[in-house]
């Protein structure tokens, strides 16, 4: 970190500077320019908050160098994470598909799509048990009934599951029956929430807020492993952009940029990202293409009576083939 002193500020005031940062192990470097003085921060930087420099009137400006999170960097970690879930593998070149329904509705319909989604080749099984819905009055989750549902579903397939937790008072009960701990968009920056999830140590999947930025993320993941995970999975899944053709704009750039500054693996989410089942194999083919670890893609086997994202679920047929299509553009971009 790099500190730009103000022209003319009295040597008291500098020396107060340097106290205060100095005694929390920093090493501090005056560089001497032709008209400005400037001031350099070395050692641990991640801790300091733009905010706790800035308070010294002194300081006319802040540059970083290096970046505020430390455990999901790629500086500290170089080579890509390889994470072995329940035996699928994800990151480092292995690609995996997580599928399923938005929501868990009923026995009958996450069995028939978890046998479905399997024979196609998918790694995972998703479904909601606890939804994040916009209106009190839309269709929440069979929530608890929903759990063991999935959890039969494994059983019958052997899949193992991704759902999202919405609040802390089923972290217990996560931590027991969930493979792959699912964060939504909306609670990427509950921060409580990520520290208590990394403290049970179990793999996350941790999907990009609507209107975060790639290194807000990022923060979110530190987040998460600072509580003690050390597998926290990526997802971009559309962010909030002026364009309403399209539920959300797909940030696909965020594939390449993520990998540039982290280890963790990225995963697409073509299905929140356009809002339309016809998008979703594009935009899938697209992430495959642009160096993705995997997809989370929506498959439902009545769309039209889903109770929730029937509009972007895909039918079976349509994953089997995408899977033969994904297999190929990934053969042909190696
Ligand atoms: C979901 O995956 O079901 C979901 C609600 O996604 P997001 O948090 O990305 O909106
Ligand atoms: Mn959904």
Redesign the pocket.
């Known amino acids: 970190m790099i500190l730009i002193l103000k022209p003319g500020t009295p040597e008291n005031e500098v020396a107060i500077l340097r106290s205060k940062f100095e005694s929390s192990g920093i090493i501090i470097q005056e560089i001497q320019g032709e008209n400005t003085r400037m001031i350099g921060f070395a050692g641990d930087t991640s801790r300091i908050t733009e905010d706790e420099v800035l308070v010294h009137p002194c300081v006319e400006k802040i540059m970083r160098v290096s970046e505020p999170y430390k455990l999901v960097n790629k500086k500290f970690h170089p080579t890509a994470s390889i994470f072995d879930i329940m035996g699928r593998k994800i990151g480092g070149g292995n690609f995996a598909v997580i599928a399923g329904p938005?929501?868990v509705e009923s026995e009958e319909q996450i069995l028939s799509i978890a046998e479905d989604v399997k024979q196609a080749g998918a790694n995972f099984l998703?479904g909601?048990a606890f939804?994040?819905r916009t209106s009190p009055y839309a269709f929440k989750g069979l929530e608890l009934d929903g759990l063991a549902l999935l959890e039969q579903a494994r059983k019958q397939t052997g899949l193992p599951i991704v759902t999202?937790i919405m609040s802390s008072d089923y972290l217990e009960i996560f931590a027991e029956k969930v493979d792959i701990i699912?964060?939504?968009?909306?609670?990427?920056q509950n921060f409580t929430l990520l520290r208590q999830i990394g403290e049970l140590k179990k793999p996350v999947l941790l999907?990009?807020g609507?209107s975060s930025t790639i290194e807000e993320l990022l923060m979110s993941a530190e987040y998460i492993m600072s509580g003690g995970t050390t597998q926290v999975i990526l997802?971009e899944?559309?962010i909030r952009t002026f364009e309403t053709a399209t539920r959300n704009t797909l940030d696909l750039s965020a594939i390449p940029v993520l990998h540039e500054k982290s280890h963790l693996p990225v995963v697409i989410?073509p299905?929140?990202a356009s809002g339309y089942a016809s998008l979703v194999a594009p935009l899938s083919l697209a992430a495959a293409a642009c160096g993705a670890d995997g997809l989370?893609i929506?498959v439902h086997n009545n769309p039209k009576l889903a109770l929730?994202?029937g509009a972007q679920s895909i039918e079976p047929d349509l994953f089997a083939d995408l899977m033969k299509k994904i297999d190929r553009v990934r053969e042909a971009v190696k």
């Open positions: 938005c929501s998703r909601g939804k994040p999202e699912q964060v939504g968009a909306r609670n990427m999907k990009r609507l997802c899944r559309g989410d299905s929140h989370i929506e929730c994202d």
